[in-house]
Each structure stands twice: as structure tokens, then as C-alpha cells.
């Protein structure tokens, strides 16, 4: 750049030599070096698209859509939850106030409690509890806390998307594993269950240079809950290799068929070398309040909370308060009937089955998942008879579908490309994901576009 900026700067002197010219070149110069100058940091380089804005403003742009693509709740939450969050704003003043920078001390006492017993450890709310603003929130302090120039990091594809930009801001190198799925009977529904890590390939992107491993179990956008054997492997790879494993579990309690979540942290020697990381939003079903937390070994923690106090350093008091008397509550019903915990699942896993047997009445093939608010389904049979949607030659053939869906049959997913490395996308655009955590009205307004999709192929 400089080098650059010489040369601009002689080329525009030249003319001036011998002549009574200090302020006007003083003026030039002042103005090259400015226009020379780079304006955005380096660590943007080459994230700056984002796929979710675009999907999103396709989807607004047309006038009567079901969107099925973002994944959020259109149904109320619990009524604990919402009075909880009532009682916050409008019970003790001081609660506009702000409180503990690294968590509002009664909900970093719950949360201690809550998952001390889950985890088998006792968390000491102070060194082994941080709030965040969001799981996401916990995700970039994590990574910009142990993620240094060069470090390598390990991240299961498909996932979700902030994973990779998250690396890169931090001067790290994203390394990718992918899940693939084992061939099904013909006529058999493929299940999450069925894509898995070789673990041979698994233990050759361990190096030296790997610095943390990212997990998300239930997987985004698989829905893919990892069994205790995977999670054995990932362990033992993580501490023979001194890695931390970050761990994103935000969709714990969204575990289907009586299939089990496992936190790796509570899985032997792993606590020292793993970060749990959680979401108010997904566990109540409140996204828009932004609470998540993470819970680790102080080792660890003591770095974040250096991050934290430097950035955010403060999340929103009120939040903090309601999730805190949600979770009271749900430490009192755990486990029972009446716990949210239960209903919850019990109530999307309808969710899910409606989709499931609305999309294979009009020919997609749904991958059945396991747990979270996703499902991804196949659409080879619409790529081989309309191969030829609009678009540019090197966009992804599920990037066209959904955008043709969006504006000819009014519904919104998100395709499942964008969930893979860009060497990988091109292996697994067949692919597109739905959310189905959705309220009845929604799942009825998407039978309705499936129908009249079908009705419109019928001779």
C-alpha cells in the first residue's frame, strides 16, 4: 500500500517542483494518503455476504409466504416465561440497573445449580458461569478469547454458519470434517442418525496446530443428536491432543424418539477441556431476549471473562431476571409432566412428524431428525426434472430451488449448501432445510401451498 502511495505521491509532485506550492501540496497529499488508506479491518475480509440477510429480504419481498426457513418459535411461550419477564420490568426498580458484569447473580447461581447436577461437577457460579448476550454472544467471545493467528480449528460440517466467519475474525484457520450419510434401503426414510464422521479422517485433521474442536449437538441443520460412542472419540481425540472443545448445546431439551443429549463435558477428564454453551432463547422459547450463558473450567473462563469486560461487558439486567425465575420454576417441575423441559419436545416432535408426512406427500424426501427445530429433505427428484432453474452458472443448484420456491409457491427454506465449506457445497446441493417449530396455523398455511403445488402437477 505504501509503496503505492509513493509513487501516486511523486507523480503528483512532479509538476510542482520550483513553484511556491507548500499548502496545495501539503492538501494533495493529505488527500492521497486518506483515499490510500484501507477502511475495513482485514479480519472482514471475505465475510461480509451473509446468507440469512438475503433469504430473509427474498422472502419479505413477496407478498403472501409461509416462512419456513428462520429458526424461531410463532407460537407464545410459556406463560411462567412471559409473566417472569413482566414481573421483571415492573417489579423492583433497580432492575433497569445495571448488575454483576459476568451475570445477573441469581441466574449465574441457578445456572450453576441447574447444570451442576447434569454435568456432574459443582460449578461455582463466580469462576465457572458467564452470561452472554445470546448464544452467539458465547460463540464469538469463545472464539476470539483461545482463538489465535494460525490456531487451526476443527468444525463437523454441515454447521452452522457462524462457525467458520467466527474462526476467520480471529486470525484462525477453520479445518472441516464432514458428516456423511450411510446408504438406506430403498423406500426407507433416512434418518439424522444415519450421517457420521469416519473416524479415521476424524483423527488425521488433529495436528499440533489444532487449538479447539466445535461441536454442536443436536446439530444445526441436521438435527443429528451425537450418541455417547461419538462423543467418546471426540473426547479422546480432544485430550490427547490438548484441545478445547466448544461445545453448542442450545438445542438440548429438542431431542426426539427417546433419543438422549449427552454434554461431552460430562463425559470423563472432559470438564477441564470443554466450554458448554447454552440459550434462553431456544430453551423458552424466547429468541428475542438474547440471554445465553457458557459454563467451563475457570482455566478457560478466565479468558472469556477478559473478553467480555473489554466488549459487551454488561447483558441486559431484566432478561437475566426472568430467565432466572424461568429456570426456579423449571427446577422445581424437572422432569415431571408439567415440566417444560418434557411438554416442549413432545409438542415439536408433532411439529416435526406434520412436516414430515406433508413434504413426502409432495415428493420431497425428509431426512427424519433426531432433535432441534430442523429438518433437511432431499430434492433430487426436482433436480433431475427442472435442472435448468434460474440463476448464475456457479450458484448452487439448492440456492436456485429455494429462491424459486420463495417467489412461485410462496414458501421459505434455507438451502443446505450454505451449511458446507465452499469445496463441499457442490456434494450436498441437493439438499434444502426447514424449520418446523412453527404453530398449527403455520403447518396449516404450508399444506395449503403443498397442496396446491401438487394440484398444479397433477394432469
Known amino acids: 500500500m505504501f509503496r503505492n502511495t509513493t509513487a501516486i505521491c511523486l507523480h503528483l509532485v512532479g509538476p510542482l517542483r520550483g513553484k511556491k506550492s507548500g499548502a496545495s501540496l501539503t492538501r494533495c497529499l493529505h488527500q492521497t494518503l486518506t483515499m490510500a488508506k484501507r ?26 409466504v409461509v416462512n419456513l426457513g428462520q429458526g424461531f418459535p410463532d407460537f407464545s411461550p410459556p406463560e411462567f416465561a412471559v409473566e417472569a419477564f413482566q414481573h421483571a420490568v415492573s417489579g423492583d426498580f433497580m432492575l433497569n440497573q445495571y448488575t454483576k458484569a459476568f451475570g445477573y447473580p ?59 466467519p467466527m474462526t476467520l475474525m480471529a486470525g484462525g484457520r477453520p479445518v472441516f470434517v464432514s ?15 444415519n450421517w457420521q464422521l469416519d473416524p479415521t479422517e476424524l483423527a488425521s485433521k488433529f495436528t499440533s496446530r489444532t487449538k479447539a474442536f466445535i461441536l454442536n449437538t443436536p446439530n444445526n441443520p441436521l438435527g443429528k443428536v451425537f450418541s455417547k460412542e461419538e462423543l467418546e472419540l471426540v473426547a479422546s481425540l480432544c485430550q490427547q491432543h490438548d484441545v478445547v472443545c466448544i461445545s453448542d448445546e ?51 473462563m478466565k479468558h472469556l471473562r477478559t473478553v467480555h469486560q473489554n466488549s459487551i461487558y454488561h447483558c441486559a439486567t431484566q432478561g437475566q431476571a426472568a430467565v432466572a425465575q424461568s429456570f426456579e420454576r423449571e427446577q422445581l417441575h424437572f422432569g415431571r409432566p408439567s415440566s417444560y423441559f418434557v411438554q416442549l419436545p413432545q409438542y415439536i416432535q408433532r411439529c416435526r412428524d406434520h ?17 432441534s427445530y430442523f429438518l433437511i429433505t432431499d430434492i433430487s427428484d426436482f433436480k433431475n426434472k427442472m435442472p435448468d432453474l434460474p440463476g448464475a452458472a ?25 451449511f458446507f465449506s465452499l469445496p463441499h457445497q457442490k456434494f450436498f446441493d441437493h439438499y434444502i432445510r426447514f424449520c418446523f417449530v412453527k404453530d398449527e396455523s403455520t403447518l396449516r398455511a404450508m399444506d395449503q401451498k403443498l397442496q396446491k403445488w401438487k394440484a398444479e402437477l397433477t394432469p
Not at 447454552?278 to 429468541?287: H, L, Q
Not at 413434504?359 to 431428525?369: C, D, H, N, T, W
Open 179 to 193: 458428516l456423511k450419510p450411510s446408504p438406506t434401503q430403498k423406500g426407507e426414510p433416512d434418518s439424522s442418525s
Open 106 to 164: 441469581p441466574l449465574t447461581k441457578i445456572l450453576a445449580s441447574f447444570f451442576g447436577k447434569l454435568l456432574g461437577q459443582e460449578i461455582d457460579p463466580l469462576k465457572n458461569v458467564l452470561v452472554t448476550v445470546g448464544a452467539y454472544g458465547a460463540l464469538f467471545t469463545a472464539f476470539q478469547a483461545l482463538v489465535d493467528e494460525g490456531d487451526e480449528v476443527i468444525i463437523i460440517e454441515p454447521f452452522f454458519d457462524c462457525y467458520e
Open 250 to 300: 442450545v438445542y438440548q431439551w429438542m431431542v426426539f424418539d427417546g433419543f438422549q443429549h449427552i454434554s461431552i463435558a460430562s463425559l470423563p477428564g472432559m470438564w477441564e477441556h470443554t466450554l458448554t454453551i447454552g440459550s434462553a432463547g431456544k430453551t423458552f422459547s424466547v429468541t428475542g431476549w438474547k440471554v445465553g450463558w457458557v459454563l467451563g473450567p475457570d482455566s478457560l
Open 355 to 371: 412436516m414430515i408426512q406433508s413434504l413426502q406427500s409432495m415428493g420431497f424426501r425428509p431426512v427424519i431428525p433426531q432433535g
Open 394 to 418: 456457479d450458484e448452487p443448484y439448492d440456492r436456485r430451488f429455494v429462491k424459486w420456491m420463495i417467489k412461485n409457491k410462496g414458501l421459505v427454506a434455507i438451502p443446505m449448501s450454505i
Open 39 to 64: 477502511l475495513q479491518a482485514r479480519r472482514l475480509d471475505g465475510i461480509d455476504h451473509n446468507p440469512w440477510v438475503e433469504f430473509v429480504q427474498l422472502a419479505s419481498e413477496e407478498a403472501d
